[in-house]
T-cell receptor
Framework: GAVVSQHPSWVICKSGTSVKIECRSL??????MFWYRQFPKQSLMLMAT?????????EQGVEKDKFLINHASLTLSTLTVTSAHPEDSSFYIC?????????????FGQGTRLTVV | LAKTTQPISMDSYEGQEVNITCSHN???????ITWYQQFPSQGPRFIIQ???TKVTNEVASLFIPADRKSSTLSLPRVSLSDTAVYYC????????????FGQGTELSVKP
């Protein structure tokens, strides 16, 4: 099956700094990538949708200036958490879709655990 | 997209068959029913998808009645490693991978 890889798997950063998370589709071209956030014991919450070469579409309540998303190629999307604070500590997960050729299935990365201290 | 409702948690024992039912009363004609599995600190993993009647793969079966307002994920002979959260999702055919997750069902398999 299609493989999506996230990096890093976990990261600890100081409050006020920025952190970048990468999401790569390893064996297919991802026309669309999605970013989710998951707090402990809760479900995944969709943060934004990014299409290669265009601006991301953010879900209601998600600050676009805080969570910068770049989808510069068909195999890479990045999420940068800017000026991170402890409340941004969460599990961030990306998924990728190959468009109509690959149907409705989304392929998920393994997730990134962010801890802001 | 149709909202889904499923039990918050279920308990089972090894070797038993587990059936998790999901309701999606407002499902539309071009919606599919999809189930994902998630282990702690991992991304979700696709299990099965169907539109109507019955779908079976090497992992599970999915039963969908004619009105499509509910669906049942069936896991045959579960093992301890099937302990996970199972999400039922309604996916629109033209959404291209955009998934809206509900609460999920936390399945605990005991020895």
């Amino acid at each position: 099956g299609a493989v999506v890889s996230q990096h890093p798997s976990w990261v600890i950063c100081k409050s006020g700094t920025s952190v970048k998370i990468e999401c790569r589709s390893l064996d297919f071209q991802a026309t669309t990538m999605f970013w989710y956030r998951q707090f402990p014991k809760q479900s995944l919450m969709l943060m934004a949708t990014s299409n290669e070469g265009s601006k991301a579409t953010y879900e209601q309540g998600v600050e676009k200036d805080k969570f910068l998303i770049n989808h510069a190629s068909l195999t890479l999307s990045t999420l940068t958490v800017t000026s991170a604070h402890p409340e941004d500590s969460s599990f961030y997960i990306c998924s990728a879709s190959g468009g109509a050729l690959m149907g409705t299935e989304a392929f998920f990365g393994q997730g990134t655990r962010l801890t802001v201290v | 997209l149709a909202k889904t409702t499923q039990p918050i948690s279920m308990d089972s024992y090894e070797g038993q068959e587990v059936n998790i039912t999901c309701s999606h009363n407002n499902i539309a004609t071009n919606d599919y029913i999809t189930w994902y599995q998630q282990f702690p600190s991992q991304g979700p993993r696709f299990i099965i998808q169907g539109y109507k009647t019955k779908v079976t793969n090497e992992v599970a079966s999915l039963f969908i009645p004619a009105d499509r307002k509910s669906s049942t994920l069936s896991l045959p002979r579960v093992s301890l490693s099937d302990t996970a959260v199972y999400y039922c999702l309604v996916v629109r055919g033209n959404q291209g991978g955009k998934l809206i997750f509900g609460q999920g069902t936390e399945l605990s398999v005991k020895p």
